[in-house]
């Protein structure tokens, strides 16, 4: 099998969220399929970030949540 190398702390994030959803569904195939699908959607999310295919809302929320704005 070949390996993928990911290298932001970002990647590594997203990487893990898919291979935690994707596990969900092998671990247990025997599931409602609108649960099977709510994985697939995770995982495809995850994925989607780590290939640079993200929300603009998403970029927003993560900067916004570290910077620290005083009154």
Do not use: W
Not at 9 to 29: D, K, S, V
Not at 38 to 47: K, P, V
């Amino acid at each position: 099998m070949d390996r993928v190398t990911v290298g932001t702390e970002r990647q590594i994030y997203a990487a893990e969220g898919a291979i935690t959803a994707l596990r969900c569904i092998l671990a247990n195939p025997i599931r409602p399929i609108e649960i099977v699908a709510e994985d697939l959607r995770a995982a495809l999310h995850a994925i989607s970030r780590i290939s640079g295919r993200i929300e603009v809302e998403e970029v927003l929320d993560q900067i916004f949540s570290r910077l620290c704005v005083g009154k």
